[in-house]
C-alpha cells in the first residue's frame, strides 16, 4: 500500500526561525512529490519535485527531492506568523492504469510572534 | 484562467438524510476530477476521480457516491448519512495528464465542512 510520512507532525517556533519538514514516501511506480499550503480551507500549491537533487524555490520556501532515499524536505527560513498552517506532503503514483496523489497526514506549523 | 467552486461551504444534516455536493470547474475542458475527505489527524483521503463524463472510480467502500454528469460538474451524493461521514470535503482538478507523462498539481476547491448530527 502507497505510503506518505510526513514528520513532525506539529512544530511550534518563533518568527524568524528557520524550520524544515521532513516527508518519506514508499509508492509504486513514483511520477512527482508535491507540497501543499493549508491554512484555512483549500490547500494551495507550493511545489512539485520530480528530480534528484534539484532545489525549487520560492521566496523563503524551498524543497528538495531524494528518489534514492524517498524523502524530500522543505525549508522554511526567517518564519512569519503568516506562515502558519498545515503543510501537506503528497506523491503522484502510477498504478491500475491511473496516476493517484496520495498524501500525507500534515504538519501543523505554529509561528509565534 | 481556471477556476474551481464548491458549495455549499457548510452543511449540518441529520443521520439518515441524503446528501448532494457539488463541485464545478470553469476556464478548461476535460479535466481530472478529485472527491477527497478531510478527517482531523487523517490527511486527505481520495474518495473518487473521474477522467471523464460518466466515468467514476471508487477509492473507498462507502455509502457515498459521485456522477460527473458534465464535463466541468463533479458531484458528491449519498442516500442516508451517517455519522461517520462528518469530515471536510475536498473537490480539486487538474489538466488530462499528456501522453509523455507530465503531470500537473491537483487545485482544490474551497471545501465543504459536513457535520452529521
Known amino acids: 500500500e502507497d505510503k506518505v510520512v510526513q514528520s513532525p507532525l506539529s512544530l511550534v517556533v518563533h518568527e524568524g526561525d528557520t524550520v524544515t519538514l521532513n516527508c518519506s514516501y514508499e509508492v509504486t511506480n513514483f511520477r512527482s512529490l508535491l507540497w501543499y499550503k493549508q491554512e484555512k480551507k483549500a490547500p494551495t500549491f507550493l511545489f512539485m519535485l520530480t528530480s534528484s537533487g534539484i532545489e525549487k524555490k520560492s521566496g523563503r520556501l524551498s524543497s528538495i527531492l531524494d528518489k534514492k532515499e524517498l524523502f524530500s524536505i522543505l525549508n522554511i527560513t526567517a518564519t512569519q506568523t503568516g506562515d502558519s498552517a498545515v503543510y501537506l506532503c503528497a506523491v503522484f503514483s502510477y498504478q491500475g492504469g491511473s496516476e493517484k496523489l496520495v498524501f500525507g497526514k500534515g504538519m501543523k506549523l505554529t509561528v509565534n510572534p | 484562467s481556471q477556476t474551481i467552486h464548491q458549495w455549499p461551504a457548510t452543511l449540518v444534516q441529520p443521520v439518515g438524510s441524503p446528501l448532494s455536493l457539488e463541485c464545478t470547474v470553469e476556464?478548461?475542458?476535460?479535466?481530472?476530477l478529485y472527491w477527497y475527505r478531510q478527517a482531523a489527524g487523517r490527511g486527505l483521503q481520495l474518495l473518487f476521480y473521474?477522467?471523464?463524463?460518466?466515468?467514476i472510480s471508487s477509492e473507498v467502500p462507502q455509502n457515498l457516491s459521485a456522477s460527473r454528469p458534465q464535463d466541468r460538474q463533479f458531484i458528491l451524493s449519498s442516500k442516508k448519512l451517517l455519522l461517520s461521514d462528518s469530515g471536510f470535503y475536498l473537490c480539486?482538478?487538474?489538466?488530462?495528464?499528456?501522453?509523455?507523462?507530465?503531470?500537473?498539481?491537483?487545485?482544490f476547491g474551497n471545501g465543504t465542512r459536513l457535520t452529521v448530527t
Open positions: 473521474s477522467v471523464g463524463i460518466g466515468q
Open positions: 476556464g478548461t475542458s476535460n479535466p481530472n
Open positions: 480539486a482538478w487538474r489538466p488530462r495528464p499528456h501522453r509523455d507523462g507530465y503531470n500537473s498539481p491537483l487545485h
